[in-house]
């Protein structure tokens, strides 16, 4: 049975407050186990709030070194950390705001060597690749494992997020049958762009697995910073969708 001790109960006080969530609430979070692919501009906040939020378990799959043009909006490393493995300065961050946690760090990213393993390890996924090709891999698995997956992306001042929960809602296959063909590995971005949309998938998140309010399943929250407008953008099934067609 998950319990609190006095520290995590002086630690999420405030956030105890809420009605939706509570000492019952807290409780889900800490016993629950999360994967995050890639931990830059989007992964980086998303982790950052789960562990603020007090996840017990967060795993991380990013691959590569730190580069100097990953600083603008990747909050989880620091200007020491080029030239090193960035899953390092996400693990030691972290664990700086949230010691209590436990971090599994995993220096590569989506693969189909790894993806189904990942995912097993995993009670909800956070999805924030910059390729289309790990995207895919991990809808594909986390249809198959039923295994919900927030969403999350950004181009330039632009933002898209939304939930897919496997046999209730459309998946990303549903919503792009092909990868777009101009999506890049580099891209346009600032930082405060991928950090709100972050924060929006984190509280997804949260809200999946306390199990409070009303997420975003079925509709694609859109967002462009240029002049702060929100669309909320209903998707639908795709009855010949290849991968959750027959789910």
Not at 67 to 86: A, F, S, V, W, Y
Not at 162 to 190: D, M, N
Not at 225 to 245: H, L, N, Y
């Amino acid at each position: 049975m998950t319990t609190l001790s006095d520290e995590e109960k002086a630690i999420y006080e405030w956030q105890m407050w809420l009605p939706q969530i509570g000492e019952e609430g807290q409780k889900k979070l800490k016993g629950a186990s999360a994967l995050v692919s890639r931990c830059g501009g989007l992964g980086g906040p998303v982790c950052y709030n789960l562990a603020a939020a007090g996840i017990g378990r967060l795993i991380i799959a990013h691959g590569g070194t730190l580069k100097p043009g990953d600083l603008n909006r990747q909050i989880l490393m620091t200007h020491d950390g080029i030239g090193k493995p960035r899953i390092d300065s996400a693990a030691r961050r972290l664990k700086d705001l949230n010691p209590r946690m436990e971090i599994v760090a995993v220096n590569e990213n989506i693969s189909s060597g790894n993806v189904e393993r990942l995912v097993t390890q995993a009670d909800i996924v956070f999805d924030c690749a910059p390729l289309f090709s790990e995207r895919m891999l991990m809808n594909q698995e986390c249809v198959r494992q039923r295994k919900p997956m927030i969403e999350s992306a950004v181009f330039g001042l632009e933002a898209q997020v939304t939930t897919f929960i496997p046999g209730q809602t459309p998946c990303l296959s549903c919503l792009y049958p092909e990868a777009p063909p101009h999506w890049k590995r580099q891209f346009p971005v600032l930082a405060a762009v991928p950090a709100m949309a972050a924060s929006i998938a984190a509280l997804e998140g949260i809200k999946q697995i306390v199990g409070f309010g009303k997420s975003l399943a079925g509709t694609l929250l859109y967002f462009d910073g240029a002049d702060i407008s929100f669309q909320r953008i209903p998707i639908a099934r795709r009855p010949d969708c290849a991968v959750c067609g027959k789910v």
